[in-house]
């Protein structure tokens, strides 16, 4: 078997199509030398609105500061409760500690990977202001018992969107709308490897209400909406007029790299379906999936030992997350032990995410499906 070169992202490629477009975007920006603020980044904004269906969208400098900017307008105080999966990055928990807020911890669903529903409501208390859903992998949470609890306890739901730009929610009435923008306030990232990722960090808020819209685009400004008047305390959380000019042009190609990425886990699913030791996967019936990552769970204990079988082979394999939140130093609570959230526990042994991006090819696929199939054999 030949062995095709295998990046868990290839940027390169990507980058190698549309270079003649960003570089005449980056052109553009260095000959206007409008380095911060600049029309780019308010154009994107509107683009990425569109695009999405949010009402505004405010960009910001990176995924973090945007869960970070949304929860400081919601006027949270010291020690409210905010829920959220405790299988996530790690920066859904960072912001609510960093702020002094209390995570609380629910475990995911072992289907969907997102935060069980069911466990919510046993969750709430006096102190909750807040949850945060995470469409981990890229595909949704299960948005619509989470905003009807949300709204029988009056709590803000913040969306966790960074791995999702692009995911469709289905509503039971037939009502279809875009990850990011069902909460009060949605955030993603447009780090390099997430599913629209720019040459840098960057990030963005959505939100519908236009109050709070102005109240978001003030806290990334320094707190100010006049220059040098400082209203409220803000922090300073700007998209680099450059990145904007470069997500432009990467946008138009959102929907095929959407695409690619589905194409690719098509493949996934062909090739892979009979190994009894592999879970895929699964499609929830409420929600497109827009594989920001391919997760496979791998039974038997395998996990460590596949992944380095492929690693030898050439195969790049990652985990998302090797060690739960809550075993975290920087997260652990008093009074939740080891067991505590079993699901996610069981996942971080099992977990592991393949190669997907924008520009695999078949004999890729191939290549690392054989090495699966031939683990299996041989392992
Ligand atoms: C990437 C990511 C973030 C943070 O985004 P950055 O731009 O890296 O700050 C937050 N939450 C999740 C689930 C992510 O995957």
Redesign the pocket.
């Given at each position: 078997m030949s062995r095709p070169e295998i990046r868990m992202v290839d940027l390169q490629t990507q980058y190698a199509r549309i270079q003649h477009e960003v570089d005449d975007a980056i052109a553009s920006v260095l000959n206007s030398t409008a380095f911060i603020q600049g029309p780019p980044v308010q154009k994107f904004a509107q683009e990425l609105a569109a695009y999405t269906g949010a009402k505004h969208v405010v960009p910001c400098a990176?995924?973090?500061?945007?869960?970070q900017i949304a929860m400081m307008a919601l006027g949270l105080e010291p020690g409210d409760e905010v829920i959220l999966p405790v299988h996530?990055?790690?920066?859904?928990a960072e912001v609510i500690a960093l702020l002094r807020l209390k995570p609380v911890f629910v475990d995911v669903d072992m289907d969907s990977f997102t935060v069980a529903v069911d466990q919510v409501r046993s969750k709430i208390t006096p102190r909750t202001k807040a949850m945060v859903p995470?469409?981990?992998y890229g595909q949704c949470a299960h948005m619509e018992p989470l905003l009807a609890l949300a709204q029988e306890f009056g709590l803000h739901v913040i969306e966790?969107a960074?791995?999702s730009l692009g995911a469709m929610y289905s509503f039971s009435s037939g009502q279809r709308q875009s990850s990011g923008t069902m909460g009060v306030i949605g955030?993603?990232?447009?780090?390099p490897s997430?599913n629209l990722g720019c040459f840098g960090?960057?990030?963005a808020v959505f939100v519908n209400d236009s109050a709070l819209a102005d109240t978001i685009q003030m806290i990334a400004s320094h707190g100010q909406r006049v220059k040098y008047q400082h209203d409220i305390i803000g922090v300073n959380s700007r998209l680099d007029t450059l990145q904007a000019a470069i997500l432009s042009v990467k946008l138009k190609y959102l929907p095929e790299y959407e695409r690619n990425r589905q194409a690719a886990a098509a493949h996934y699913d062909r090739a892979l379906k009979d190994i009894s030791w592999l879970t895929l996967p699964a499609r929830m019936p409420y929600s497109t999936h827009v594989f920001?990552q391919y997760t496979v769970r791998v039974g038997a204990g395998q996990r460590d030992n596949l992944k380095k079988y492929l690693e030898q082979q050439g195969v790049p394999t990652m985990i998302?997350y090797p060690i739960p939140l809550h075993w975290q130093k920087a997260y652990r609570q008093p009074g939740v032990a080891e067991g505590a959230f079993p699901i996610t526990e069981q996942l971080s042994k099992e977990v592991l995410s393949l190669p997907i991006h924008t520009e695999m090819t078949e004999a890729q696929l191939s290549y690392i499906c054989e090495c699966i199939i031939r683990f299996g054999i041989h392992g």
């Open positions: 990176n995924g973090t500061d945007a869960l996530t990055y790690v920066a859904t995470v469409h981990l966790d960074a791995q955030c993603t990232s447009f780090f997430k960090d960057g990030g920001h998302y």
